[in-house]
């Protein structure tokens, strides 16, 4: 169950990346770019619990590394989009 | 609702580059004295707006080429537009726009939001007023 | 640090929650409503990852998560498709 779960996670986030990536190319809003890193790499992140089936995700350095680097990357086209304001 | 007696130049230039109706009599006032530079501050007296918007306002129409930037002891604009074409658009809108304001305004309205860009807006944390 | 993490990512998921429900009340974009419904979602899957490895060790709210990053993601794509023109 959880790593049905964990691969319905990983696709939704590779899906919603796809529908970002695609508005970048519409609207030029970098915005966008960053928010389809973001969620390939909290897809990234799902997916690597998945193949590690022993590790203690919480602690594990590298696991949560990701997951802060895809929010610092939220966090970053949120300051990036109220900076650059005409 | 009809657009009749509006040319097609003239709606598109409308649902392309006016997003308001505030933005439209700043364009339109600079219009009409194309020989004079302008601040900010006399635009909203002149417009009895907020000097605020009007910041924003002139700012986007500038970055449309619809108006030049020049500092000096303050920032100034004037009507330039950057392409003939656009020129003889807004002449036109400004000659007709007395006999067809509520059509002006009804398309200025009406138009489809882009919603994509609608979900990047929200990410401004201030307020972006676009029904001035 | 850990910790930490965890905190920021529930923060930021938080202020996306926000600032695009606060967006769709303004412009009633659904596009905006079903997104801030997905961050909602993530947020309390960031909540229940903090509470389930540091308030609760105890317990464990692993497939709980999962199923709030699920359903939120179902709930994005949703709007993605069919709200997004």
Known sequence: ?86 | ?132 | MAEAVYILSTLVSLACTVLLLRGYLRSRVRLLLWSGLCFLGLTLSNILLFTDLVILPQLDLSLWRSLATLIALIVLIHGLIWDAD
Not at chain 2, 21 to 38: A, D, G, V
Not at chain 2, 68 to 75: C, G, I, K, V, Y
Not at chain 2, 84 to 108: G, H, K, Q
């Open chain 2, 1 to 132: 609702m009809t657009t009749q007696g509006l040319s097609e130049e003239i709606k598109k230039f409308i649902i392309e580059q006016i997003n308001s109706l505030e933005q439209l009599e700043i364009l339109l006032l600079l219009h009409s004295h194309p020989e004079r530079e302008w601040t900010a501050q006399e635009v909203s007296q002149e417009l009895r707006l907020s000097q605020t918007s009007v910041v924003d306002r002139l700012a986007d129409l500038q970055s449309r080429g619809l108006l030049t930037a020049r500092e000096d002891s303050a920032l100034l604009y004037q009507y330039q537009p950057q392409k003939p074409e656009l020129r003889a658009t807004v002449d036109s809108l400004a000659r007709l726009y007395p006999d067809y304001r509520v059509t002006v305004i009804n398309l200025i309205f009406s138009k489809p939001l882009d919603k994509i860009q609608t979900f990047a807006d929200a990410f401004k944390l201030r307020k972006d007023k676009d029904n001035g």
């Open chain 1, 1 to 86: 169950m959880s790593e049905f779960l964990l691969g319905a996670t990983t696709m939704g986030f590779w899906v919603a990346g796809l529908f970002f990536l695609r508005f970048w190319f519409q609207t030029r809003d970098r915005l966008f770019a960053i928010f389809a890193l973001a969620f390939w790499m909290m897809g990234v992140n799902r997916f690597v619990f998945l193949m590690l089936i022993q590790v203690d995700e919480a602690n594990s350095m590298p696991l949560y590394v990701v997951r802060l680097l895809a929010f610092s990357l939220i966090l970053a086209a949120i300051l990036d989009k109220n900076r650059s304001k005409t």
